[in-house]
């Protein structure tokens, strides 16, 4: 079955600082491949997303770049805020339209 | 646009005993998913609608747990009967299509006694 790793699991940064976590995935027909956000109690909210056909997209202060044939893809968090404190998922597609989530990275950010 | 409403917000049972949970989609959303989420892991899928039929149900332990979507709109999974290790909080999420952005109900939190 589909293995999906992330890295690291937990990571502390002083605020402004840049946070980078990596998904690494072994499907190599993957062809979808998001990020969610999740804080304490409340329900996962994608934040970002990027398709195979793409190697990199930003979208403000958040960017993912994907490496297929590497298989992996990661998020890049720049100028971190004490609110992007939360957890990440990584959840890249396994076969046709599922999706398989990754343990999750707990991103603290330190005011 | 309204989200993905979900209910009970809360849940505690015994064990042997039988629950069901409710799920209502984004209105016009063709797939809806089931995800169960335990604490300090990720969401694990269950269960994939697409309209009213399933998609995927291979993690579903269909020993115990069974869902439906009639009507492809609103969907009810149930546990029966419930063991200690279902206690999580059960997500239903809803998209478009299957290659579209999932958006997540607020999640049912089950504690099993």
């Known amino acids: 079955g589909e293995n999906v790793e992330q890295h690291p699991s937990t990571l502390s940064v002083q605020e402004g600082d840049s946070a980078v976590i990596k998904c690494t995935y072994s499907d190599s027909a993957s062809n979808y491949f998001p990020w969610y956000k999740q804080e304490l109690g409340k329900r996962p909210q994608l934040i970002i997303d990027i398709r195979s056909n793409v190697g990199e997209k930003k979208d403000q202060r958040i960017a993912v770049t994907l490496n297929k044939t590497a298989k992996h893809f990661s998020l890049h968090i720049t100028e971190t805020q004490p609110e992007d404190s939360a957890v990440y998922f990584c959840?890249?597609?396994?076969?046709?339209?599922?999706?398989?989530f990754g343990t999750g990275t707990r991103l603290k950010v330190l005011a | 646009e309204a989200g993905v409403a979900q209910s009970p917000r809360y849940k505690i049972i015994e064990k042997r005993q039988s629950v069901a949970f409710w799920c209502n989609p984004i209105?016009?959303?063709?797939?809806l998913y089931w995800y169960q989420q335990i604490l300090g892991q990720g969401p694990k899928l269950l269960i994939q609608f697409q309209n009213n039929g399933v998609v995927d149900d291979s993690q579903l332990p269909k020993d115990r747990f069974s869902a439906e979507r009639l009507k492809g709109v609103d969907s009810t999974l149930k546990i029966q009967p419930a063991k200690l290790e279902d206690s999580a909080v059960y997500l239903c999420?809803?998209?478009?299509?299957?290659?579209?952005?999932?958006?997540f109900g607020p999640g049912t939190r089950l504690t099993v006694l």
């Open positions: 999420a809803s998209s478009l299509d299957p290659g579209s952005e999932q958006f």
């Open positions: 959840a890249p597609e396994a076969g046709t339209y599922k999706y398989i």
């Open positions: 209105s016009g959303h063709a797939t």
